[in-house]
């Protein structure tokens, strides 16, 4: 995956295939903006979750600014997720990407069929620019990388505890690993927080990454930070916060 879709990556609990039907996630739609800084460079993240009739849309866009926004010049990172709930928690329909800043320039559009339980759809990159074919089988529940995030929140609020986690990337599926790293008083653009710290990482990864939840904006991160061997390597702070009253 490109490093800068780490921070879309939240993970998310699998136990048997899914029920579309019953569960309620109790998320709140929203839009959010989070302040990204990596090394000497610097970003934005926008992050918005809408209600529909058949369950919720969420769309997450990264901008580079300043002088990687003078460098990247009109590149974002555009990714969207179609999920509904489920008896066993989110279940992913339709995940969409696409990357203008990494090297790659992956874009990726991918439709879980639950019923047939297959993935299946394509992806292409700057390097082999003709699509390549997704069609793999489902006997898991698994989830793209934007709506692994709202089952995590969805599992905390429930005060569901996981160790494990799958994540279906386009060309693998990746197990993670989850662990609670205490709790924490923040202070961000948007408020001070009350937050707990959930870390994930890939089994034989050195890269971790730790997100400081809030209970108080409905277990939404608003802190993310990467460590690769203990270092620090990029921290996202969140800058608003706006629940959809409607």
């Known amino acids: 995956m490109p490093k800068y879709l780490f921070f879309l990556v939240f993970l998310v609990a699998t136990s048997g295939l899914p029920e579309i039907a019953g569960a309620e996630s109790g998320l709140i739609p929203h839009r959010a903006e989070y302040r990204v800084k990596i090394s000497v460079l610097s970003g934005r993240l926008n992050t918005e979750l809408r209600q529909t009739k058949n369950g919720y849309i969420a769309t997450h866009l990264i901008e580079p600014t300043g002088i990687a926004g003078a460098i990247a010049g009109s590149g974002a990172i555009l990714a969207e997720s179609e999920f509904q709930d489920g008896d066993d928690g989110i279940v992913p329909l339709r995940y969409k990407g696409n990357d203008e800043l ?100 890939a089994q034989n990864s050195s890269r971790a990454t730790t997100l400081w939840i809030a209970m108080d904006l409905g277990y939404l991160p608003v802190m993310i930070e990467r460590h690769r061997k203990g270092k ?15």
């Open 232 to 246: 620090l390597q990029m921290r996202a702070e969140l800058q608003t916060y706006e629940p959809d009253s409607t």
């Open 102 to 201: 990494s090297s790659d320039r992956l874009r990726v559009d991918i439709a879980f069929d639950w019923d047939a339980l297959r993935a299946s759809g394509e992806f292409q990159t700057k390097d082999d620019p003709a699509p390549v074919a997704v069609d793999s089988p489902l006997d898991q529940l698994v989830h793209d990388p934007v709506s692994i995030q709202y089952e995590l929140m969805t599992d905390l609020a429930n005060g569901e505890s996981t160790t494990e986690y799958v994540l279906f990337e386009h060309d693998r599926v990746r197990t993670v690993e989850i662990s609670r790293v205490g709790t924490r008083r923040i202070k961000t653009g948007a408020g001070t927080f009350d937050t707990i710290g959930i870390r994930h990482q």
